[in-house]
């Protein structure tokens, strides 16, 4: 198994809602990441999971908050979304907690915030 | 100044067409280079790998760093509308997890 799997694949979601996204990898990868695209921009990392340890982007704010409950598992919980919050949600992770060896991304969740 | 530069482009060519996708870095820390494909609405997807100076080939894809001038390249030969798609260059320090991006450069080729 050599794929990233995110779910869902899209999402829609008022202001006041509560929501996560999940994401789950099953290549023994020891790092994992978050990472929000706007259209025609690349990937911004949000937070990044490696041996456990979570490091997050000082820009990031606070209604996100990541959770990883396993070394394959990692989720990412929205509360009180604003409208340019909406974009892809990427997840990848990494064989190297360093990131050498590239990262493998999943499909995204699409999230349109209303 | 940005840490990576990349020419958004579009870029459009013909069919069987050299596809020639550049970028430059300033960080000198900078060790490990990637070439990612994405396809619209798609996540990004891993094409090249390479932390030395030099040419590394994959079938149609040449991947190309010059560290010296802190530049790298990726080579399309014999392109197929099927290329069509953003690519990304992505840099990794040395001893950082970080993936730094260029903007991406949108390459549409034409049947």
């Known amino acids: 198994d050599t794929e990233v799997t995110q779910t869902p694949k899209h999402l829609v979601m008022g202001m006041t809602n509560k929501k996560s996204l999940k994401c789950e990898q099953h290549?023994?990868?020891?790092?994992m990441y978050w990472y929000k695209q706007k259209a025609k921009k690349p990937p911004e990392l949000m937070f990044v999971y490696s041996y456990e340890k979570l490091s997050i982007n000082e820009s990031v704010p606070s209604r996100f908050s990541p959770e990883c409950p396993n070394s394959s598992l990692l989720n990412l919980h929205l509360h009180a979304l604003q409208p340019e919050d909406s974009a892809l949600y990427l997840c990848?992770?990494?064989?190297?907690?360093?990131?050498?060896?590239?990262?493998?991304f999943g499909s995204g969740t699409r999230l349109t915030v209303v | 100044q940005k840490e990576v530069e990349q020419d958004p482009g579009p870029l459009s060519v013909p069919e069987g067409a050299i596809v020639s996708l550049n970028c430059t870095y300033s960080n000198s820390a900078f060790q490990y280079f990637m070439w990612y494909r994405q396809y619209s609405r798609k996540g990004p997807e891993l094409l090249m790998y390479t932390y030395s100076s030099g040419n590394k080939e994959d079938g149609r894809f040449t991947a190309q760093v010059d560290k010296s001038s802190k530049y790298i390249s990726l080579f399309i030969r014999d392109s197929q509308p099927s290329d069509s798609a953003t690519y990304l260059c992505a840099i990794v320090e040395t001893s950082g997890s970080r993936l730094t991006f260029g903007e991406g450069t949108q390459l549409t080729v034409n049947p």
């Open positions: 290549m023994g990868h020891r790092a």
């Open positions: 990848a992770s990494s064989q190297a907690a360093q990131g050498h060896y590239g990262y493998t």
